[in-house]
């Protein structure tokens, strides 16, 4: 008798085979909208994780500070008409070193420091203040209880101004400033005379490279021993100029005693 065919057959796998009838795809399971979904849940976190980065950045590591000013011309723009620089200020570096005669140096005023270079326009709204202090934090406004100038004499030297030469002098050496910045038509580049003023232990005095338009060590609370800048007030030292874009270089930390002119 012959064999009667089957109208199935097996495959190998042991799953009958109908003729005519193709076994389904596998589909697989959908996947997109889990995605965006755990995005989503995500997605606040990693704003938190940011925000708490940079703050943990900018109080501990570095800060970007708007500089309004005109008073550290032509090192730092702040004049009106310029782009108002914005440098990234080291708050580490003080914590392991001295400042040094030079350095640039961000710091809050002392209380004797009355005499702003320039005025914050506060808003009288809470929440506009709110954000004029946020923005200042972050480097988008400025600070007008913030300054920046460069460190002349350290604790135990003195400093008066000027000799012959219109040059100040530092323990009777007078110094070598290639970054002064006199504003054109405000008639001659003579400094503004002080008498010897020895600095204190643990205190600084500081000048702006834009030597005749600065109120600095040399006239705040009148001067002397008033216009010192304690140590302990600084925030750190201007590395940086980060914007505008055409000015990115590094802040120049031109030691003035290092190469003092001329004989004493």
């Given at each position: 008798?012959?064999?009667?065919?089957?109208?199935?057959?097996?495959?190998?796998?042991?799953?009958?085979?109908?003729?005519?009838?193709?076994?389904?795809?596998?589909?697989?399971?959908?996947?997109?909208?889990?995605?965006?979904?755990?995005?989503?849940?995500?997605?606040?976190?990693?704003?938190?994780?940011?925000?708490?980065?940079?703050?943990?950045?900018?109080?501990?590591?570095?800060?970007?500070?708007?500089?309004?000013?005109?008073?550290?011309?032509?090192?730092?723009?702040?004049?009106?008409?310029?782009?108002?620089?914005?440098?990234?200020?080291?708050?580490?570096?003080?914590?392991?070193?001295?400042?040094?005669?030079?350095?640039?140096?961000?710091?809050?005023?002392?209380?004797?420091?009355?005499?702003?270079?320039f005025q914050v326009d506060r808003s009288s709204n809470p929440v506009a203040r709110w954000f004029q202090d946020v923005g200042a934090a972050v480097g988008l406004t400025a600070d007008d209880r913030t300054f920046v100038k460069r460190v002349i004499a350290v604790g135990g030297q003195t400093v008066q101004c000027c000799d012959a030469q219109n040059r100040v002098v530092v323990d009777g050496k007078p110094l070598d400033e290639p970054y002064l910045h006199w504003v054109p038509g405000t008639g001659p580049a003579d400094q503004k005379r002080f008498p010897p003023v020895t600095v204190p232990d643990g205190e600084l005095f500081v000048m702006?490279?834009?030597?005749?338009?600065?109120?600095?060590?040399?006239?705040?609370?009148?001067?002397?021993?008033a216009g010192m800048v304690p140590v302990r007030n600084l925030i750190g030292k201007a590395r940086f100029i980060i914007m505008p874009m055409s000015r990115w270089s590094g802040v120049s930390d031109y030691d003035p005693q290092t190469l003092a002119a001329g004989p004493h």
């Open positions: 008798m012959a064999d009667v065919m089957s109208t199935t057959s097996s495959r190998g796998d042991g799953e009958p085979v109908v003729p005519g009838r193709r076994r389904a795809a596998a589909v697989p399971p959908r996947r997109g909208r889990r995605r965006r979904s755990s995005f989503f849940r995500e997605l606040p976190i990693l704003v938190l994780s940011a925000l708490v980065l940079t703050f943990l950045i900018q109080t501990f590591v570095a800060r970007v500070y708007v500089i309004p000013s005109a008073s550290m011309e032509t090192t730092l723009h702040g004049c009106t008409g310029c782009v108002n620089d914005r440098v990234l200020v080291d708050k580490v570096i003080y914590g392991l070193l001295r400042p040094e005669p030079g350095d640039v140096v961000v710091f809050r005023g002392p209380d004797t420091w009355r005499d702003n270079d702006g490279d834009n030597r005749n338009n600065s109120a600095d060590s040399r006239i705040q609370g009148g001067g002397g021993l």
